[in-house]
């Protein structure tokens, strides 16, 4: 396996579910790659490959291994850059704590992380570690901006085989509940900047008594950036908290909270840890000075508190409070009902983009503590994005269900080149530790721009910048050119942060003369009349900003095709080069929980799948390499193969799973390379190939399954190790075999 940066394709490795699926469907790439002259190299941006990197000088030379992270930021800069990413582990705190730990174990002298760094040398180590944390992978990578929309073949056959949809009444309870005021939407301001104010700046708290404490320093900003700047009001959140845990408890129903503690990696676990907080107030108001003095942290969730007060002396008399408050409260919506994992336990146990359109397809209903599905109050703070889902739930109480079988799709041009938007903001957002004015100051002293706050508030600044803007505008024009629907700007006019986008965005679409073919609507606006456009069977564009992007290609696709894993994702790279994602979903934990207990993998590979064809696609244009071309459009027709057959794989043991899925793919691109005629030497090459895939279907078939209902041993979690997960992901030794053989 080649692992050098000139490869022509570079293949991630990841984490969990995906990282283990590709162990098994790498040798058919790489294999069938060869035969057209193509190299396919790996880069590991594993979670544990990347704190693995942060410490060399910990380790032994065997054990250390280079920042690959890195040298794919450098190489998607390029020109000739083709990168398949594979979703992925967004690190909380504890997943964070947890790897180091699988690691420690392992005999990798990797340190703690400090939960409250106090020392120099701690703080070094923390700013590793948080570096690693939440979201750190995508703004490295995404050189560019998105193009997502569902592939031709997936799409048709989530018509033709319409997945389950939960029944939507008027009479429902479930609401989204969002601040009124005081929020990160309400207090936002933001500025274009001029030639003359780019250049540097820091961010800095003036106190009430004019001491100044400099919050970051070294900020820098290019002419023509939009600047933001907002917070969101500590005593307003809890106000809201609470008054929304006595709503839910009248009305009856579940109480949830959404967030996304994995890209909003700053903000949003001291949010949760409010939730927590409030939820729980009783008990902190009595034991609170105890609990922080045993390292209890809100925002790492219920479940690392409960443990935390088991080791306590004060357990019994803390549990007995913590469980007489409980039972005042509303009951909460649950992630594991059988384990009693309930949505406040982990910070990145409930993730809004996925959450919530689950949810509106399960017809609103969430899962309680008694194992039943309930109504439920999906509680989302801030309210810049909360009218997405607040109008898609009163549309389904007013309309049913959408239909898959005659459902339109809704595609996203998305802004996110350069770290932009919110999901750049994790180096300028800070928790205010006294009142007075947060501002930021270019080094001649002026301020761009300020707000007053109080201690607990949370204050941030994101920037976007001058050239993805306009990149992102002019995709949108190719894409509405390509496509010919229904285009939208999911754009608020009363919103700071997009009065400044619109600045860019009508002067370009009226020089290219397309001003007629765009909509400028709000979300909300835009949520109500893409969602009329697909229950009316027609497809429509969202051209949206960074967060939107993200839980747009979660909710249209989740609705249209049961899953977001399955979306075709092209990241068009600014200076050329190309970054093909295998889709949303996560990296599926209870995929990997069902593989170790019964060696039966669900994982479905077909975001890869169609990732890998157009990549392929790709390589043809950029290399002139004919033959990858015709390997892409083989991708496409073995695809549809999969999708055809009924092989993608099934949730149950005996049924089809990852690796035969794997298998079938492998044979159908063989069949379409062995039938195809525009390339005498690639049929000569697969004709065999495809026959004696086709002749040994029953021998690879019981090769594969063989182990299938006993455990299966990886050797770790985070770190597996190789040879055993091999094992377990390559069990047919024919099918290798016959792959040697190219």
């Excluded at 942290?297 to 019994?316: H, I, R, T, Y």
Aim: include cysteine; proline fraction near 5%; aromatic fraction near 6%.
């Amino acid at each position: 396996m080649t692992n050098k940066a000139t490869s022509d394709i570079i293949y991630t490795k990841v984490d969990e579910a995906p990282q283990l699926a590709s162990v098994s469907l790498l040798p058919v790439i790489q294999s069938f790659a060869k035969a057209a002259g193509v190299s396919v190299g790996v880069k590991d941006i594993s979670l544990a490959g990347r704190i693995i990197a942060a410490f060399p000088e910990n380790l032994t030379a065997e054990q250390r291994q280079p920042d690959d992270l890195a040298e794919l930021g450098e190489l998607v800069k390029q020109p000739t850059a083709n990168v398949i990413k594979l979703p992925n582990i967004s690190a909380s705190v504890p997943q964070l704590v947890a790897a180091v730990k699988e690691l420690q174990a392992k005999g990798y002298a990797i340190p703690d992380y400090p939960e409250d760094p106090s020392s120099d040398a701690e703080k070094a180590i923390r700013a590793r570690f948080d570096a690693i944390k939440g979201s750190a992978v995508n703004p490295v990578l995404r050189e560019g901006n998105s193009d997502r929309r569902a592939a031709v073949a997936v799409k048709n056959y989530a018509m033709s085989n319409p997945h389950s949809m939960g029944e939507w009444t008027p009479d429902s309870k479930t609401v989204v509940s969002t601040m009124s005021g005081n929020d990160f939407f309400s207090n936002e301001k933001s500025v274009t900047l001029t030639a003359e104010q780019a250049g540097p700046a820091r961010i800095e708290l003036v106190a009430k008594d004019g001491s100044v404490t400099v919050l970051k320093d070294g900020v820098s900003y290019t002419a023509g950036t939009v600047v933001d700047a907002t917070f969101m009001s500590a005593r307003a959140l809890d106000s809201f908290l609470a008054a929304q845990i006595d709503a839910t408890k009248a009305a009856g129903i579940l109480f949830s909270i959404h967030l996304k503690a994995t890209m909003m990696k700053v903000s949003d676990p001291i949010i949760f840890g409010h939730a927590v907080k409030v939820f729980l107030q009783p008990v902190f108001d009595t034991y609170g000075e105890k609990l922080a003095a045993a390292g209890v942290n809100p925002n790492s969730g219920l479940g690392a508190l409960l443990d935390q007060v088991a080791a306590m002396p004060e357990a019994k008399e803390i549990m007995a409070a913590i469980d007489a408050v409980m039972a005042d409260r509303p009951a909460l919506y649950m992630v594991n009902s059988d384990k009693g994992i309930t949505n406040l336990h982990v910070p990145s146990d409930v993730i809004i983009d996925a959450s919530i359109p689950a949810l509106i397809r399960a017809g609103g209903k969430g899962w309680g503590p008694d194992g039943k599905e309930a109504d439920t109050n999906c509680v989302i703070p801030d309210s810049s994005y909360a009218p997405v889902y607040d109008e898609s739930v009163a549309y389904f109480k007013e309309t049913g269900a959408l239909d898959p079988r005659t459902a339109g799709t809704v595609q996203n041009v998305g802004l996110m080149a350069q770290k932009a938007e919110e999901y750049g903001s994790h180096p300028t957002t800070f928790e205010i530790p006294h009142d007075g004015t947060v501002r930021i100051v270019f080094a001649n002293g002026d301020i761009l721009l300020e707000h007053a706050v109080e201690a607990g508030d949370i204050w941030r600044s994101a920037s976007t910048k001058k050239a993805p803007i306009e990149d992102w505008v002019k995709l949108a024009i190719s894409r509405q050119k390509a496509e010919g629907c229904q285009a939208i700007f999911w754009l608020d006019e009363a919103r700071a942060h997009d009065a400044e986008l619109l600045k860019y965005v009508r002067p370009i679409l009226a020089a290219a003369g397309v001003t007629d073919k765009f909509q400028i609507m709000t979300p909300r606006a835009a949520t109500r009349l893409s969602l009329e456009t697909i229950r009316a069977g027609k497809n429509s564009i969202a051209v949206s900003g960074n967060v939107l992007r993200d839980y747009l290609t979660d909710l249209f696709p989740i609705l249209e095709l049961g899953t977001s894993a399955k979306m075709l994702s092209i990241v068009k790279l600014m200076n050329g080069g190309g970054m093909f994602e295998t889709g949303a979903g996560g990296s599926a934990p209870k995929h990997v929980q069902q593989l170790t207990q019964e060696n039966h993998l669900r994982w479905d590979s077909l975001g890869e799948f169609c990732a890998l064809g157009e990549s392929l696609k790709f390589l043809a244009d950029t290399k002139a390499n004919e033959k990858a071309r015709i390997l892409g459009h083989a991708v496409d027709r073995a695809t549809q193969g999969v999708l055809d057959q009924n092989k993608s794989p099934r949730a149950k043991v005996g049924q089809t799973d990852n690796r035969a899925s794997h298998y079938y793919f492998a044979l159908y691109w063989a069949q379409a390379l062995a039938t195809q005629n525009e390339d005498s030497t690639l049929l000569a090459t697969f004709a065999p190939i495809a026959q004696a895939l086709e002749e040994n279907e029953t021998t690879i078939l019981e090769e594969l399954i063989s182990a299938e209902g006993s455990p299966a041993d990886l050797g770790g979690y985070y770190l597996t190790d190789q040879q055993k997960t091999e094992g377990v992901m390559r069990a047919s030794p024919t099918l290798l075999g016959i792959l040697s053989e190219l």
